[in-house]
């Protein structure tokens, strides 16, 4: 839906399989909030995880999809930047239109989500500037502190 904001053309199908890629990594590992996944336990799980889902593949896709699952990982390309900052918007939305749960839970600083988020710029600006801007009205608000 928001391909059209991308900085950069991307390509759409790629950007799908990565993102359905990095999810199964988080069946072994738990889906974690995005202020603990990148801790290097998190981060060793999911890929632990990941690589015992991909043997259930056959070989000859094994290798193409750690191949993307990789740069998505280390946002090699702009598709994989692009993934990235879609892979941000949801928890974002979750919390702004669920007056602040998970930041209030885990005291989540609006300095950390910041921080975390304002890498959706790498994918998309345009989208950023959009989320920057509900983030500054949910501190106003005192959603988020």
Do not use: C
């Amino acid at each position: 839906m928001l391909k059209e904001y991308a900085n950069e053309e991307i390509n759409i199908d790629r950007v799908i399989k990565m993102l359905l890629l990095h999810d199964l990594g988080e069946i072994d590992a738990g889906d974690t909030i995005v202020y603990d996944s990148h801790t290097t336990e998190v981060k060793e799980q999911e890929d632990a995880g990941f690589r015992r889902i991909l043997q259930l593949f056959p070989k000859e896709q094994q290798n193409n999809y750690l191949i993307l699952w990789e740069e998505f990982e280390n946002e090699q390309t702009f598709d994989a930047k692009y993934a990235k900052a879609i892979d941000r918007i949801p928890p974002l939305l979750h919390n702004l239109y669920g007056e602040g749960h998970s930041w209030k839970t885990y005291n989540i600083s609006k300095e950390q989500v910041f921080a975390v988020n304002s890498k959706i710029a790498n994918g998309s600006q345009k989208v950023w500037d959009i989320l920057k801007d509900k983030l500054d009205d949910a501190v106003d608000v005192g959603i988020l502190m």
